[in-house]
C-alpha cells in the first residue's frame, strides 16, 4: 500500500503574512476591545478598600482581593466569554442582539418561551445602555482625578476638565473612528505596556503578592469577612466590566485575534498592575486614596494623567459606537423605530453615527458627572449594569448549549449553573448599593425595555389591525383581469410590510388617480436572525399576472438596507429596473390611541409617538426622495 503522501508546508511567505495579518488583528482589537476592561485598573483597587465596603486594609485582605480579582477575570473573562461565549457566534458575529437572534431563531414562533428569551434579551440589551452612558463618566474623571495626587490645585477643576473632555468627545462623533481608530490599537497597547510596567516596578519590591494566585486566598477572605467580603465583591467586578466587548466585537475581529490580545497583552497587564497595586498598599498603606497613581514616579504623573485620559476616551469610544451598532441592529429586528443613521467611511460598513443616540448618550453622561462628581460615587452605580447583561448571557448561553450544539442537560446545567451562581452573586453584592447609584442603570434600563418592548408590541397590534382590512391579492387581479384599469408606462414599487393582501398605498393610488403601472411590485423587506445575507439570496421575485410581481428583499441585522441596489440584483423573472422610470409608493400611517384592547392607553400614545417621529422610509432605505409618493393612512390601535 502507497504511503499517503505528508502535506505541503505552507510558503515562508504565506506563513508570514497569516502571521502579521493575525498580529494586525489583534493590535487593532487591544484598541477597540479592550478599552473599558483595561482602565479599570484606575478605580478597582481604590474602590475595594474605600470606606463604603468596611474592609481593614490587611495583609490577608490584600492578598484575598488580589485573589478574587485574579480569579474572577479568569472566570468571567477567560473561560466564560473567550471560551464558551465565543463559540456561540451567529455566523461570526457576537454580541448580545446575535445571540438573542440565534436563540430565538431555535423556538416556536409565538410560543410563550420565545416571548420571555425575546424580553430577557430585550432588557439585556437595555442594560447595555446604562453600561454605555456610566463607562465615560467613571472612566475620564477617574484619569483626571489623578491630577490630585501631584497637588491639591487642581481639586476645584477636576469636574470641569471631566466635563470639557467628554463633550469634545461626543463633538467629534459625526466625523466617524476611521481617523482615530487607526490609533487606537498603538495607543492601548502602550496603556497596556505601561500598565505591567508598572505593576512588575513594585512586584520585585513584595514577591509575597504572587501567592494570590492561590484561590486559598479567596476562600479564607469570605470566611474572615464574611459580610464585609461578600459586599466587597460589588467592588472586585470593577474589573471585569467590559468584558462582554470581547463578544460583542468578535465580528470586527475574529475569535483567534482577540484570543491572542488577551492572553499575550492584555491578561498579563493587567494581572501584574493589579499584584503591583497590592504590593504597594502592603508597604504603603496611606496609598490606598489612589494607588494607581501612587505607584508612578513624581516626574511621569503628569504624562502618564495625560495617557490614562486617552485610554478613557478610546474605553469610551468603544462604547459610543457599541451603542450606535446595538440601536442599528435593533432596528434591522424591529425592537426600535427607524432613526437617521449616517455613515462616516466609504469603505467600512460597521462605521456609523446616530445624532439622536450621541445627543441623548451625551446629556447623559453629563448628568451623571455633574450629579455625582467623582469616581468612587459613580461605582456604586457601575456593576449593576454589568452584572445584570452577564447574567442574560449566561441563560441564553444554555439555550444555544443544548439546542445548537446538543450537548447534554447535565453538561448545560454544570457549566452554565456554577457561572450564573457567580453572576448572581456578584449581582447580589452590587444590588445592596442601588440606593448609592445602583438605580440609575436599573432606570435607564427599564425605561429603554419599555420603548422597544411597546414598539415591538406595537408593530405586532398595527399588522392586527391592518390584516382583516387588506384585500385577498388573487381576487384583486382577477377584478383587474375584468375590469382593467388605466395602465401607463414605468415601474411602481409598494413597499408593504405583509405579504397576504393588497398594499393600501395601492388602493389609495387607484382610487385617486384610477392608473396601474405597466408593471408593479409588492414589495417586503424582511429581516433574517443573521448579520449578513448574501446578495445571491437577498432577492426574491414571483410573478402574480396582469404585471404584477411579488418581490421579497432578505436583510441581516447588520446589513445596510439599500432597496435601489437591490432592485439592480439578478432576480429569477429577468426583470430589469430603470430607476429613472420606477417609482416607489409608500403608506405613512398615523397611528390614533384608543381604548380597544391591545395596550394600555399611555403605550400607544408612546407608540404613536415613536412612529410619528420615526425616520422615513425614504432615508432608511436609501431610495431617492424624488422617486416617491407617500399616501397616508389613518389607524386606531
Known amino acids: 500500500m502507497q504511503e499517503p503522501a505528508s502535506p505541503t508546508p505552507p510558503a515562508p511567505e504565506a506563513v508570514k503574512n497569516h502571521k502579521s495579518g493575525l498580529f494586525a488583528l489583534a493590535l487593532g482589537a487591544v484598541g477597540v476591545v479592550f478599552g473599558d476592561i483595561g482602565t479599570s485598573p484606575l478605580y478597582t483597587m481604590k474602590e475595594a478598600f474605600g470606606p463604603g465596603h468596611g474592609l481593614a486594609l490587611s495583609h490577608d485582605n490584600v492578598l484575598g482581593i488580589l485573589s478574587l480579582v485574579f480569579w474572577s477575570l479568569m472566570l468571567f473573562v477567560t473561560i466564560k466569554y473567550v471560551t464558551f461565549i465565543m463559540r456561540a457566534d451567529n455566523r461570526g458575529e457576537g454580541g448580545i442582539m446575535a445571540l438573542l437572534a ?3 431563531g431555535t423556538t416556536e414562533r409565538d410560543s410563550r418561551g420565545r416571548w420571555w428569551l425575546m424580553s430577557l434579551g430585550m432588557f439585556g440589551a437595555a442594560l447595555f445602555y446604562g453600561d454605555s452612558m456610566i463607562t465615560p463618566a467613571i472612566s475620564v474623571l477617574s484619569a483626571v482625578e489623578g491630577l490630585t495626587v501631584a497637588t491639591t490645585v487642581f481639586d476645584p477643576y477636576i469636574v470641569p476638565i471631566t466635563v470639557a473632555v467628554i463633550i469634545g468627545l461626543f463633538v467629534v462623533q459625526f466625523k466617524g473612528t476611521g481617523i482615530v481608530g487607526a490609533l487606537f490599537g498603538p495607543i492601548t497597547a502602550c496603556w497596556f505596556v505601561v500598565l505591567g510596567i508598572l505593576g512588575i516596578a513594585q512586584i520585585v519590591h513584595n514577591t509575597h503578592v504572587l501567592n494570590a494566585l492561590n484561590p486559598v486566598w479567596a476562600v479564607e477572605f469570605f470566611i474572615n469577612n464574611r459580610v464585609h467580603g461578600f459586599l466587597a465583591l460589588g467592588a472586585v467586578v470593577l474589573a471585569v466590566t467590559g468584558a462582554e466587548a470581547l463578544y460583542a466585537d468578535m465580528g470586527h475581529f475574529g475569535k483567534n485575534p482577540i484570543r491572542v490580545a488577551w492572553l499575550g497583552l492584555v491578561f498579563p497587564a493587567l494581572i501584574l498592575n493589579y499584584f503591583g497595586q497590592g504590593a504597594l498598599l502592603l508597604s504603603d498603606p496611606a496609598a490606598v486614596e489612589h494607588p494607581f497613581f501612587h505607584m508612578v514616579p513624581s516626574w511621569a504623573l503628569y504624562p502618564m494623567v495625560g495617557l490614562a485620559t486617552l485610554a478613557t476616551v478610546i474605553a469610551s469610544q468603544a462604547v459610543i459606537s457599541g451603542a450606535y451598532s446595538l440601536t442599528r441592529q435593533a432596528i434591522q429586528l424591529g425592537y426600535c423605530p427607524r432613526l437617521a443613521i449616517r455613515h462616516t467611511s466609504e469603505r467600512e460598513i460597521g462605521q456609523v453615527y446616530m445624532p439622536w443616540i450621541n445627543w441623548a448618550l451625551l446629556f447623559a453622561v453629563l448628568v451623571l458627572v455633574l450629579g455625582f462628581r467623582s469616581s468612587s460615587a459613580l461605582a456604586s452605580a457601575y456593576g449593576i449594569a454589568v452584572t445584570g447583561t452577564m447574567a442574560i448571557d449566561t441563560i441564553l448561553l444554555f439555550f444555544v448549549i443544548t439546542r445548537i450544539w446538543k450537548w447534554g442537560y447535565v453538561a448545560a446545567w454544570l457549566i ?49 389591525r391592518l390584516r382583516p382590512g387588506a384585500i385577498p391579492i388573487e381576487p384583486f387581479l382577477a377584478s383587474i383581469a375584468i375590469h382593467p384599469p388605466q395602465r401607463v408606462p414605468g415601474t411602481a414599487v409598494f413597499l408593504t410590510a405583509g405579504r397576504e393582501g393588497v398594499p393600501h398605498a395601492m388602493l389609495h393610488n387607484l382610487s385617486h388617480n384610477k392608473v396601474l403601472h405597466e408593471k408593479v411590485i409588492l414589495l417586503t423587506v424582511l429581516t433574517e436572525d443573521v448579520p449578513y445575507v448574501p446578495d445571491e439570496s437577498r432577492v426574491e421575485l414571483e410573478e402574480l399576472g396582469e404585471g404584477f410581481y411579488r418581490m421579497s428583499v432578505r436583510y441581516g441585522f447588520k446589513d445596510e438596507p439599500d432597496i435601489p441596489a437591490a432592485l439592480q440584483l439578478p432576480n429569477p423573472c429577468g426583470l430589469e429596473f430603470s430607476l429613472m422610470e420606477t417609482s416607489f409608493f409608500l403608506s405613512r400611517q398615523t397611528i390614533v390611541p384608543t381604548k380597544a384592547p391591545g395596550m394600555a392607553i399611555w403605550r400607544e400614545k408612546l407608540f404613536a409617538t415613536m412612529s410619528r417621529n420615526a425616520a422615513s422610509a425614504t ?19
Not at 448 to 461: A, C, D, K, L
Open 416 to 464: 452554565c449553573g456554577v457561572l450564573l451562581f457567580v453572576d448572581l452573586a456578584y449581582f447580589a453584592a452590587n444590588s445592596v448599593k442601588i440606593l448609592q447609584g445602583g438605580w440609575f442603570p436599573l432606570v435607564i434600563a427599564a425605561g429603554v425595555f419599555t420603548v422597544i418592548s411597546t414598539w415591538r408590541r406595537g408593530r405586532e397590534i398595527l399588522f392586527e
Open 619 to 637: 432615508e432608511f432605505f436609501r431610495i431617492p426622495t424624488n422617486r416617491v409618493v407617500e399616501l397616508g393612512t389613518q389607524i386606531e390601535i
Open 102 to 104: 440565534l436563540v430565538i
